[in-house]
């Protein structure tokens, strides 16, 4: 593994922990853990940000849900896969219930990332329009190809895990905005560990798993490019693209937000008076966060409107900017009211365009061809420490973010990755 | 409930405990077991067959593929869904766990079996063709009302229940034959328990799970006919066309198996003697079943080519002519050589023609329009009994099937359902 990637695994596992430790809290974790604690087995590893302990499996349901419950944790452009939240809830489980090195556990993170994004290259972007949720659709083949690895699985075996996770794929785009879609992120980390445990004993699966007539890619995808998942293998890394988000909503509105907190201080612009607002981007944009009422932060953050009208008024898109009390803002809600999103088939997903119309007849507007966080402007290092030291503290877990940051950065040199946990969890 | 809707009930679940008890054993049920043992909770729920206790989620999982593991349970025509083996694990989990009387059980996996099998009718047939597992599919639908009619969820709640399945929904076709299969069968009956009491504990979802623009049906289906979910509702009940299997395979094959058990009687008759063999059906029967070449006893219960050899060689299709002995016995691995599978888009997928062509030159062919068992000629309660007491026998579980066959005939008049899994165990 070049050392970049091993450097960049580590970032993504800073964004992971923060946003895990962001989301410890939010009711649909709370609702999840109700209801697998009356089933779940002896406690064998920790649960992000609290004190419960849970068995490996539902530890990693819990720990991917709450990575993933705000939709501020990373994102692999071009697929919009949230690369870690199936993979390392997996791994840490794994971690604290058989020794591993903290080398192998990077390993095994940056191959399962590189497996889940390179079979949704395959199937994108028609895969994602249709309605998958491709974070969990290709997210469980991240868990079961990481957690195979750290088994030891080679060959058949390994083979028989993807085929294992084939069978338990899933999840959709219509869940989006409600809680229910974190069952499928949960289900997506858990199931891989079952799909590589599964392997591990003996049960078989499919000889082509992704590539038969009725495997994955052609029953989940139309024309699936399988050079998508073997060209330059080991050679060129996907996890060396993932991006981390400074905005906790759709990864679309990123654009969004940037033109609308770059035009803030045009000349001329006050939020009272804007006569009307629209919003210019790639279909899909319109398709994901078309949603001019809503009612509560969750889907607010897949709301184009509701992101423009807080950015606009409050100069900023945090936590605060999509709780449910800023949905009831009545400012906010007037000037979700004006804002109107546009098909442009000509821009890119990553770009977007803001035009304010205001009371005066005068037009502002503001083109951003990437957002901040995205490829060509990614976080640094010490914008995710910053993170995670935020989030840290929005979660109230009491954990210390200095500790667990450092034990993150020194994660190679560590003989027993699971410890880690142990600076994750709740004081 | 109609009192014919009730007796079918007690028809499925007969044969659902047949199918259990058989398979309870099989190899796949042995891996399952050991992959979630580390991980189960408490005890709190029967493994049919078997003397093992497992959390009632992990129960479920394990019961729906005993159930499930032979292909010898029950379908539902037209959709070819297996419609217990996903509600009546999760059914018989959750009695073990809460008290329900036997017409509370009976009522919820009428109404489970209704609504996988109507959703299914709304998907079919283009989302099997496709290369949808439809059992595991729409199964965790039928888990989840079932499940939350138990728990007394009405309106929104079971609104979200349907959007918790909607989201765990999966399994490929592709994994037939494999015992990757029973993964995705198992997380049916699970994920639909996991939905329904993610729904009661207020975890939120979609609200057309079904019918938005990326819920199921649309993402899962090509132009599906939603009329067919709601029609004649409570009138016309899906749970009475149920059919129940006299051969451990795919029910596409038994028509085929009917035509080559009555060829052997035909004058000139002798499998020596045979040149070559022609079986003809509709394309999904090919589709699905015309692989010349397996190499177990899975794979061979979707072979055409095996089901046609064992059945002209034997005289029989049952668990021992599906057996990994029967794959590899010389006689049957020459006969399946001389075994093609044609086409016919003019037949219906009930039919099967099968044409043999001797050494002498004689032609000898059978055509059957719809075979034993089907919904023309239903297998009675004394042969849904001996199929009972034939799979207990060959499951090993030393169960007594007599104290079963009655537990389930007077079910209705039991005050605590659970009970009656004391009687489905190993003793």
Known sequence: MPTAVQHEAKRSLLNFFATALGGCRDIAVEH???????????????????????????????????????????????T??????????ALFALAETRRLTGRELLHAFALGVEVECRIGNAVSPGHYARGWHITSTCGVFGSAVATAKCLGLRGEQMLWALGAASAQSGGLIETLGTMAKSLSVGNAARNGMIAAFAA?????????????PRGFAHVFGTNPDFSRISAGLGERWEALRNTYKPYPCGIVLHAVID??????????????????????????LGQRTNRPSVTTGREAQVSAQHSVAVALLTGAAGLEQYSDAAVRDPAVVALRQKVQVQD?????????????????GQDLNRFVEQARGGEQYPLSDAD???????????????????????????LETSTDAGRLMALAVAR
């Open 259 to 284: 033109a609308c907190l770059a035009l803030r201080s045009s000349p001329g612009f006050s939020s009272e008076n804007i006569e009307s607002i629209v919003v210019r981007g790639h279909p899909l």
């Open 32 to 78: 999840a853990l109700s209801v697998v604690s009356p089933f779940a087995g002896a406690g064998q590893a920790s649960v992000i940000g609290r004190h419960e302990r849970l068995d490996a499996l539902n530890a990693a349901f819990l720990n991917a849900i709450s990575s993933n419950v705000f939709d501020f944790d990373d994102t692999h452009p071009g």
């Open 344 to 360: 442009d088939a000509t821009m890119t997903i990553e770009a977007a365009e803001v035009l304010i119309t205001l009371h005066t």
């Open 384 to 410: 995710l420490e910053a993170k995670l030291r935020d989030l840290a503290a929005f979660g109230k877990s009491g954990c210390d973010p200095g500790l667990l940051i450092d034990a993150v950065w020194s």
């Open 80 to 89: 919009v896969i949230h690369p870690s939240a199936p993979v390392a809830p």
């Open 200 to 212: 591990h004993s003996g049960l078989t699966g499919p000889e082509m798993p992704l590539e038969g």
